[in-house]
């Protein structure tokens, strides 16, 4: 009897938390290091403002322990979830351990940790391979079967989005012969670096007459270059057409002047699906898959480019 | 001017070297055309892109030569071109933007030189304190985005041209010439080149070396200033993460593939510009010859080791021999060949 | 004997810094080595404990002949050697000093206790009682001397040579170095004691070396000397009655320039002088006792914390050198090589630097002007180089005193302040630079040379002042400016007080 009235009053406090009310979630950020981080901290307290969510949010300036004191000071305040965006990918067994104990579930964003895959509820993230097979799928279909040389500028040399971009453009265009990359160097995820290594290109390919498409791994490096296409002479997105990655606000701006062709978006939005994998667990125990990969959106000059400047330009990037 | 051309002229060889070298990978080097009311080839972006180096080159030479060194002026990059976007931002124009800036960098410069004159911190020590802290200010300038805007006056001091040629390229050429008179027309070069051999001796002479050490920091500050505002205008925007990231390290090979000691004294700004175009074509010509990017550092170190081997006291003085000797042989082709017939009867007998 | 050297000999380029040494150390005395700077004192040490190679000559350690190519090579032989600066590791702890190189070990990890153990065991017997534990540099400058002192006997155990140990202790320090010492010399060591302090010379020593210009003056017990006779064979005068004999300048008092009370705490007590138009005033005094001081003082490199300085325009600024440049003064530096010239800048350079640098930046000689003002000097004090150009750094010693000469010529000074302007030079460029100080003073400029060289100071000096202890102690003017006058008042403690006038 006296059971039963617990197992019910735990039902009706479980079902008033899926409800939405009041419902209380903490948020363990890494920092603030880059323009994309930024954003990403902007766009979470607006979800959780919009769904009317009670967000605690926590900056760990880039230290794992600063982490590990915030998830355990949101075990102790009893909140209702908790995002992570973890630092690095290892030492979080014992913290996640607690909060299972706790049964608060986890929620792990953009990045992935060790731990065995039951003590968190699920991970959101972007392929970063997937990004790059858009990126090169888009090309194809741009082309429409002509002959293309492109040149490619890459990431930091050695890291994994510039590796798993590269390869995920070069999956992109595997089935079209008439696609190839006849120069690839890095810019270092740079302006500066993207403008200089564009120039060497144009220099290298007889005054960019030879290049039909750039590729940049984000879109910081394909403003550069688009600065440098414009200097030589030639038009950005006619005479050489430009796909980059990221979908950060200047580009849009580029893309509204019709000097860059497509991005492709890695959403700051990871929390959003976050909280859909959240609400339906409340609701009724759904158990979401083990990694929700976000979409990774194609942004051409047809999709209102001038706008989406407008709704990003203050997200912090 | 003879005595200026003996001088510079390992530097020379080693530049024609260097382009030699790129020729192999890429035969129209000097192939210039002109388009769009700009001059455009491959030696054109050389001395527009080795624009930063070579005005951090100018700066640091008169440094080192008073036996210090500067590890900020990178960061001072990117607080200057920092200062200068928000200036623009704010809309204050470019002339209150350049001066914004300038000043900027006459302060970063105040600063090393007040902790090295006045405190005697060990130069390397002093500047890396605004070598590390530098960012973070820029990065408040900034606040911690890529500020960018639009402003073509400002941006044609990166990307503008003048009479065709790109104007980062007359800035540095204006502020060697500018740095060349100053320290050349008047005492100030013989004096920074006392303080750096032997300051005791040289405050016992009367030389105002506490001021001097705080001038030429200053100097560098200036320079930096210069080259920030270069790279914000390139790009239209300040980048505190990246602007000038690592340009001090270059900076200091500039000087040092310039022939000047480490250990101060005797200095020349022409060689450490001469240096600095060395850089710069070593890195326009990687970038040309597509290797991938994996073997950048790698083909870059090999070539200034190369460098710094053949320019060193013990190799050096061993190839002018050589080349004096081959010379002299060509003057006098009668006489080594007697001496060798010489020699040659000689075995047989 | 237990370490003898005989016709010890050793060049370098212009020098011969010992010539033919022969000197003996017993065991179980402390012997002093005694003279002025560049005596050679040092030049013997680095041969005996192999930091130099002799030229020829021989080195017997117990009647065997020697040849220590190293410190580390000496020390094996038996010859160990405690240093004014210690140099030990002031931050490992006194224990890792101790036994640095040999520590106890176990499978190649030091056994901290066994080497904390050894450490205690070395040090006692020496009369400290300091934790071995701790860093080094927590303790004394005495207590640090004393550890190095325990390790080289402990490495070495035969011969102890104590290069200035003294100058940086006080009084009770030294006391307590002093046992030590004493029991050591008791345990039979032979001990090589190098110091200025006269006082502490005798109060520690057996027997007395004296070398003068690289040669061996006198070896004699402690006992049978006094000070006075000590003083006259380290600076090399017989005591007589000389008497300068040159006009008196006309003392009309009108240009003189007046110190009055200044000083330095710590390197010099205040003092007055009044230096006219057209004066020599020579400076005496043994190495230490405040003569270059007090040059620092009156030129401004240690500007003076007390007292006042005026002319007939009133106040002169002697802040700092370049103030006291701009009043007219000059100064030539005893150390030469690191005070002197810029090594790597020409002649012409060098000559035209101190008047350049009052010239300010912004003016700069015209290189026609500096070339003539280059080849003048040259011609006129004949420097021997082969061309303005060359880097002085490349010339002789003489040469480079006459080029920093040429440089304060330049400026036309009111008073030009030599320190030891004749040190290391050869006999012709020695007799040129006194005649330039005669040909100068002639012009109305007013000079304050300080020398060891009391023959030189008589000769060209209106009046000596006597430094002694960081204290101008007494004036000579007149008849008493001679070799015997001057070497009673430097000696003056062990003197009756007529000397000190």
């Given amino acids: ?317 | 001017m003879t005595t200026v051309l003996r001088r510079v002229a390992p530097q020379l060889l080693t530049l024609v070297a260097v382009i030699m070298l790129v020729s192999i990978y890429f035969p129209s080097f000097w192939q210039i055309v002109y388009v769009n009311e700009r001059l455009v080839g491959i030696p054109i972006d050389v001395i527009k892109r080795g624009a930063p180096v070579a005005l951090l080159a100018i700066g640091m030479t008169l440094v080192i030569a008073t036996r210090g060194i500067d590890l900020s002026v990178g960061a001072v990059m990117a607080i200057c071109g920092a200062s200068a976007a928000w200036s623009i931002d704010q809309g204050f124009g470019l002339w209150a933007a350049l001066g914004i800036a300038l000043v900027a960098g006459l302060i970063c410069g105040l600063w090393n030189g007040l902790l090295v004159a006045v405190f005697d911190i060990q130069p390397i020590v002093a500047t890396l304190i605004l070598m590390v802290a530098g960012r973070g200010i820029a990065q408040l300038i900034t606040g911690g985005t890529i500020l960018t805007f639009d402003n073509d006056a400002f941006s044609y001091l990166g990307s503008g041209t003048l009479l065709g040629v790109p104007v980062p390229a007359v800035i540095w050429v204006l502020t060697g010439i500018g740095f060349g008179l100053l320290v050349r027309r008047t005492a100030l070069g013989l004096l920074v080149e006392s303080i750096g051999v032997n300051l005791r001796a040289s405050t016992l002479t009367g030389i105002n070396s506490r001021v001097l050490l705080i001038a030429v920091y200053m100097g560098s500050g200036f320079c930096a200033a210069l080259a920030g505002i270069i790279a914000t205008a390139d790009i239209r925007g300040a980048d505190a993460n990246n602007a000038g990231l690592w340009l001090e390290l270059d900076a200091i090979l500039a000087v040092v593939i310039g022939g000047n000691s480490l250990l101060g004294g005797r200095f020349s700004i022409l060689a450490s510009i001469l240096g600095a175009m060395i850089i710069q074509t070593i890195n326009t010509g990687i970038l040309l010859a597509g290797f991938p990017s994996e073997f950048n550092l790698v083909i870059k170190a090999v070539l200034v080791i190369i460098i710094l081997v053949l320019q060193s006291p013990r190799v050096l003085p061993q190839l002018a021999y050589l080349w004096r000797g081959r010379r002299d042989r060509s003057q006098r082709p009668k006489q080594s060949q007697t001496s060798q017939q010489n020699a040659g009867t000689e075995t047989k007998t | 004997m237990l370490l003898s050297t005989r016709d010890l000999t050793k060049t370098f380029p212009g020098t011969r810094a010992l010539d033919a040494v022969s000197f003996d150390l017993k065991a179980g005395e402390v012997h002093a080595l005694l003279g002025e700077n560049g005596a050679g004192k040092s030049t013997l040490i680095k041969c005996l404990t192999g930091a130099y190679r002799r030229d020829s000559g021989d080195i017997l350690f117990e009647g065997q002949p020697i040849f220590p190519q190293s410190t580390l090579e000496a020390q094996a032989i038996g010859i160990g050697t405690v240093y004014q600066e210690v140099n030990l590791l002031p931050n490992l702890t006194v224990a890792e000093n101790l036994t640095l190189g040999h520590q106890p070990r176990r499978l190649g990890m030091i056994r901290s206790r066994a080497m904390n153990a050894q450490a205690d065991e070395m040090l006692s017997g020496y009369g400290i009682d300091i934790d071995v534990r701790r860093t080094l540099d927590q303790y004394s400058v005495a207590v640090q001397q004393i550890v190095a002192i325990a390790r080289a006997v402990h490495l070495s155990g035969r011969v102890l040579i104590l290069d200035e140990p003294t100058a940086s202790l006080d009084a009770r320090e030294v006391q307590m170095l002093f046992d030590v010492v004493r029991d050591l010399r008791a345990r039979g060591l032979g001990i090589i004691f190098i110091s200025h302090f006269l006082d502490q010379v005798f109060e520690i020593s057996d027997r007395l070396t004296i070398l003068r210009n690289g040669r061996h003056i006198a070896t004699c017990p402690a006992a049978e000397v006094d000070r006075m006779q000590l003083i006259t064979l380290m600076l090399g005068h017989e005591l007589q009655q000389e008497t300068a004999t040159r006009a008196r300048p006309v003392a009309d008092g009108k240009d003189a320039i007046r110190f009055s009370g200044v000083g330095r705490r710590g390197r010099i007590a205040p003092f007055d002088l009044t230096v006219h138009k057209g004066e020599v005033i020579g400076m005496a005094g043994l190495l230490g006792s405040g003569r270059t001081e007090s040059a620092e003082v009156l030129f401004g490199a240690a500007p003076s914390d007390s007292g006042t300085v005026e002319d007939s325009d009133g106040p002169v600024d002697l802040r700092n050198p370049r103030a006291a440049i701009a009043a007219g003064f000059a100064f030539a530096p005893e150390d030469r090589k690191t005070d002197g010239i810029i090594a790597e800048l020409s002649v012409r350079e060098n000559i035209i630097l101190a008047l350049q640098a009052r010239r300010g930046w912004s003016r700069p000689i015209p290189q026609a002007e500096q070339i003539r003002m280059a080849d003048d000097y040259i011609a006129r004090l004949d420097i021997r180089t082969p061309d303005a150009e060359k880097p002085v750094g490349l010339l002789s010693g003489g040469n480079q005193q006459k080029v920093i000469l040429a440089r304060w010529l330049a400026t036309n000074p009111r008073f030009l302040i030599l320190d030891e302007p004749t040190r290391g030079i050869d006999v012709g460029a020695h007799a040129e630079i006194l005649r330039l100080i005669e040909d100068v003073v002639a012009q109305g400029m007013s000079i304050l040379v300080i020398s060891s060289e009391l023959d030189e100071l008589v000769a060209v000096s209106h009046r000596v002042i006597v430094v002694r202890d960081r204290q101008h102690v007494s004036q000579l003017t007149g008849e008493d400016v001679t070799t015997d006058t001057i070497v009673r008042a430097i000696a003056a403690p062990d003197l009756t007080p007529e000397a000190t006038t």
């Fill in chain 1, 1 to 317: 009897m006296l059971k039963r009235t617990l197992m019910a009053s735990v039902a009706v406090f479980t079902f008033a938390a899926g409800a939405g009310h009041a419902q209380t979630i903490g948020f363990s950020q890494i920092g603030s290091e880059s323009g994309w981080r930024a954003a990403e901290t902007t766009v979470t307290m607006q979800e959780a403002e919009n769904r009317g969510i009670d967000l605690r949010f926590s900056d760990a300036q880039q230290r794992q322990e600063n982490q590990i004191a915030a998830l355990r000071s949101f075990i102790a305040q009893g909140v209702d979830a908790i995002l992570l965006a973890p630092v690095v990918a290892t030492g979080w067994d014992s913290v996640l351990e607690e909060a299972a104990e706790a049964e608060i579930p986890v929620v792990l964003l953009d990045r992935m940790v060790d731990s065995d895959p039951d003590l968190y509820l699920t991970a959101v993230g972007s392929d970063l391979v997937h990004e790059g097979r858009v990126a090169g799928e888009w090309l194809v279909e741009a082309v429409d079967g002509a002959d293309c040389r492109v040149v490619e500028l890459q990431g930091t040399t050695g890291s994994s989005p510039a590796i798993d971009r590269k390869n995920g453009f070069e999956q992109g265009i595997a089935g079209a012969d008439n696609i190839e990359i006849v120069r690839s160097q890095t810019g270092d995820f740079t302006r500066t670096r993207g403008k200089e290594v564009m120039e060497s290109f144009l220099q290298a390919e007889n005054g960019g007459a030879d290049i039909c498409a750039l590729y940049a791994h984000n879109d910081d490096m394909a403003v550069g270059a688009i600065q440098a296409i414009k200097e030589a002479g030639l038009n950005p997105g006619q005479d050489i057409l430009v796909v980059s990655i990221d979908a950060v606000p200047d580009i849009f701006q580029a893309l509204a002047a019709g000097e860059a062709n497509a991005t492709v978006e890695l959403t700051p939005n990871m929390a959003g699906p976050a909280f859909d994998a959240l609400e339906a667990y409340f609701a009724d125990g759904t158990m979401p898959e083990k990694f929700i990969q976000t979409e990774s959106r194609l942004y051409t000059q047809a999709d209102d480019p001038a706008g989406e400047y407008e709704a990003r330009k203050d997200l912090g990037y």
